[in-house]
């Protein structure tokens, strides 16, 4: 279990599947609010005010909790302040949630795509003519990895599709927690921009 501070209020703890075993658990025994899990999320709070210095004020924090490709578990602890909604708080009770992204009903589930060279990334970017879609970009090993959002307001989804396969293949072994674990960020955010600004012709 590997615990970092990411902001003054905030902690990411890295939870591998040893650990969930240790307590027999696993990411699906979440969607249950069973006493493994209470205790589990308990004794993590505990360890996090030990080992980080992350007290909890009045008993009040959030968990979010994000699955990892390796089948472990991303855990973020967040103190609330007086701006932020506690419903999902509780002092030994401990109330959490699974995250999963909410979009617009015109944009699909994030797809992710593997491109061999940082070229080929940008000849389909150059060839995209269509407008910004939400998206990515991240280093991993020797690839470059797009995470994309399909926004049928912008671009048919299977057109986007097809596009993208022109240049890069799917990477249907990765998810963004994964990434977000173990690849490098290069672009989080409005990637079609940043490289028709930074990489013209």
Known sequence: MKIERIACNKL??????????????????????SPQVQDFFWNLIQKAGSEADF????????????????????????????????EHTRF??????????????????????????????C??????PYGELRSSLYALGEDYILTITPDES??????????LMEFGRPANDLSEAYLGEYAKTICDGNTFSAIRRHFKD
């Open 12 to 33: 990411k703890v890295t939870v591998t599947p040893e650990d969930l075993l240790l307590h027999g658990l696993s990411f699906e025994s979440f969607s249950a609010d």
């Open 55 to 86: 007290v909890i004020d009045e008993g009040r924090v959030i968990i979010e909790a994000m699955p990892m490709k390796n089948n472990g578990l991303v855990v973020i602890l967040t103190k609330p302040d007086g701006n932020m909604p506690i």
């Open 92 to 121: 030994r009770r401990v109330r959490y949630r699974v995250k999963t992204p909410r979009l617009p009903q015109t944009q699909g589930p994030v797809q992710i795509y593997r491109f061999e060279t940082f070229d080929d990334l």
């Open 123 to 128: 000849a389909f970017v150059r060839a995209w």
């Open 154 to 163: 912008i671009c048919p989804e299977r057109t986007a599709r097809a596009r």
